[in-house]
């Protein structure tokens, strides 16, 4: 991989489907920056260390999120009611300054995701010991992945709603994640929930079964920026958007998918 000192790119001559913004390590400091890097992206992913609900939230706000916690993460400070708190204190700030606060989605799961953004199998953890123990022992993931997360989001009317979820069933996804509401609903909103979801992305926990072997593989934790491929998976870690390691610059990535393939892969630095 070049040196994190200037941004990586890997790439196949395609036009991309579907864009995912990868994002890691932020330990509750979210950079305005990393933010404006995402707002073309159709889905967000978090590698763990997330720090506090907020900075959910605010990627949410952006596209959808799915995210895993990090060794850093205290699973109380991502509880449901610490969500709905969070989101509460984020509508009063929206509706007192005149603004509407924005579509949100966050599914969250404790060690282990799978997504399938645009038919692109990726596997979601946020250490790489973890990640390398996964795919040495497929019968640990199988259970890691069947394991209760959560789903939060708010529905059109302005209600919150939120869901723990399992595997084992069909999961409950936002159609049209950026669709405004009309403007005499609440400011504070998001659209309906129904099963699957727009623009053919499904993102979140399926109910189909996860593969014994992924297409990319994506970690946080060690807070320096990767990517290398090896027997068919491309393994990437987007370093740090907040506090980066050897006097390495602040990175998020995009993902890029093509005709359910991987198309191209770029770490972007967050300056300013």
Known sequence: MPPASSPSKCAHNVSPDIRVGVISDTHSLLPTRALELFQDVDHLIHAGDIGCAEVLLRLARVAPLSAVLGNCDESDAFSLAALRQAQNIACRQANSGGGAAACLSVTLSPLYAYLKPGGLRILLTHKPSSLRKALRDE????????????WFGTCANGDQMAERLSDQRAVRQPL??????PAHQSTCSVDTVS???ASGISANASSEPAPLTFDVAIHGHTHIPALSQDDGLLTICPGSSSYPRNNDPATVGILSIADGAFAHFELLEVKG
Request: hydrophobic letters at 35%; charged letters at 25%; a positive charge.
């Open 176 to 181: 049209e994640p950026h669709a405004q509401p």
């Open 195 to 197: 099963a699957g979801m």
């Open 139 to 150: 019968r640990l993931l199988a259970s890691e992945l069947n394991k209760t997360k959560t």
